[in-house]
């Protein structure tokens, strides 16, 4: 038995009057995934813990399996385990986003423009974030760079305690009431404040604005954790596991979890990313053995976050058309049985352009089964209309990867 999690981030949302009171999901044209919906089972899926907030760092835990209450340390040091970092048991890390603010005087006046500078590439963002470690870095901090606007902050010899708040939450809003808080939010705060004066003048950022792109004019400081602790994928289920992503937190997951992380060119977390490639990549994985593969899509995500209802829907429509349809095609001709779980990690509604923690809708599809569920159309609606519910993402999973096809609830 192959199996497959087909994951589109934050793909969930609200009914939106812009699609006349209907979702994106429901509303996309995406025949491949409804024919699974047809065939398969589907139902709603709680995947974020009561407690904790409704971050893809926990949201993509509980798809993964894993219980985020056990399991989560904080979404940071997953993202450090991917780009190479080595966590010490005294290390905090924190998530350290290149971001665009706008240009009062005074720091804390300003506005979170754009919380990923316009997607700055990777080139671009490591030159900045060389720049700010080279005037910033000290015995106790170092700066880490990332992919496109996500990088990393260590500090050594520290404590949690901080009250950060992620800047993709507070998109159009003055940053004022949500600067860091607690024991490190002076630190955190004068970091902050000298990473604007570094960079606004940036030769780099003053080329961005000459092009019309959002300039990459301050850091921001939020997602402190620790080193994570998660049991090997294998040693939990017995499955030879891969992962596919363009997300470092996705990747520092996967690393954590002792599974073979796929480097897919071209991936950029945005609806312009490399689909097929991530498609065929994972038929490969399964060709070479591996008995399951994760495949995470950022874009419906970053749509979301952006309020961009149009490229949400296509978003939605290329993991589809491209994806999907690859998929379903080669492990057909593969001829063993195999299971597909389609799914969000989250909600990302286009009128709160952040997460929420609503329960998910997903599809499993066996290819041994094959039955029609009663529903031929794949949304949030006649998700919830199935009557089925998993309180976790754990329980889902393992009856996702029970061989038998013997799906329970």
């Not at 993964?64 to 209450?69: I, K, N, S, T, V």
């Not at 006046?109 to 500078?117: E, G, I, L, P, R």
């Not at 850091?219 to 891969?242: D, H, N, Q, V």
């Amino acid at each position: 038995m192959k199996y497959v999690v087909i994951l589109g981030d934050g793909m969930a949302d609200y009914p939106d009057e812009l699609f006349g009171g209907k979702t994106p999901l429901a509303v996309a044209c995406k025949p491949n995934i409804d024919r699974l919906c047809k065939y398969g089972k589907i139902g709603l899926v709680k995947t974020v813990p009561e407690g904790l907030k409704p971050g893809s760092d926990v949201a993509n835990l509980s798809m993964m399996g894993y219980a985020p209450d056990k399991y989560y340390s904080g979404r940071s040091p997953l993202e450090a385990l991917s780009i190479g970092i080595d966590l010490k048991d005294s290390d905090i890390a924190i998530r350290c986003n290149l971001v665009t603010l706008s240009d009062e005087e005074n720091y804390a006046d300003k506005t979170m423009v754009d919380y990923s500078a316009g997607e700055i590439s990777t080139a671009e963002a490591k030159e900045l974030i060389d720049h700010v470690r080279e005037n910033l870095k000290d015995d106790m901090l170092d700066f880490y760079a990332g992919v496109s606007y996500r990088h990393c902050l260590v500090v050594h010899g520290a404590k949690l305690g901080t009250d950060f708040t992620p800047p993709h939450d507070i998109s159009g809003r003055k940053i004022t009431e949500y600067m860091p808080k607690g024991r490190y939010a002076e630190m955190m705060t004068a970091l902050m404040v000298k990473s604007y004066g570094l960079l606004k003048d940036h030769p780099i950022n003053l080329a961005r604005i000459k092009q019309g792109k959002n300039p990459a004019n301050s850091i921001w400081l939020w997602g402190e954790g620790t080193r994570p602790a998660l049991t090997s994928f294998y040693e939990k289920y017995g499955l030879k596991g891969s992962v596919i992503s363009a997300v470092d937190l996705i990747k520092g997951i996967g690393i954590g979890a002792d599974m073979n992380v796929i480097e897919v060119p071209d991936v950029t977390g945005t609806y312009h990313t490399n689909f097929k490639g991530k498609a065929e990549y994972a038929v490969a994985a399964l060709r070479e053995g591996y008995d399951y593969v994760y495949i995470h899509m950022e874009a419906p995500d970053e749509c979301g976050h952006q309020g961009d209802a149009e490229n949400k829907v296509r978003s939605i429509e290329l993991i589809d058309s491209i994806v999907v349809k690859h998929i379903v095609e080669e492990l057909d001709k593969i001829g063993e049985d195999y299971k597909i779980l389609v799914a969000p990690d989250h909600p990302t509604p286009l009128r709160l352009r952040t997460h929420t923690s609503d329960p998910v809708p997903f599809i499993i599809y066996s290819s041994a089964e094959n039955t029609e569920s009663g529903f031929d159309r794949y949304d949030e609606e006649s998700c919830k209309a199935s009557g089925v519910y998993y309180k976790d993402g754990e329980s889902l999973i393992k009856d996702f990867l029970k061989e038998d096809g013997n799906v329970g609830i």
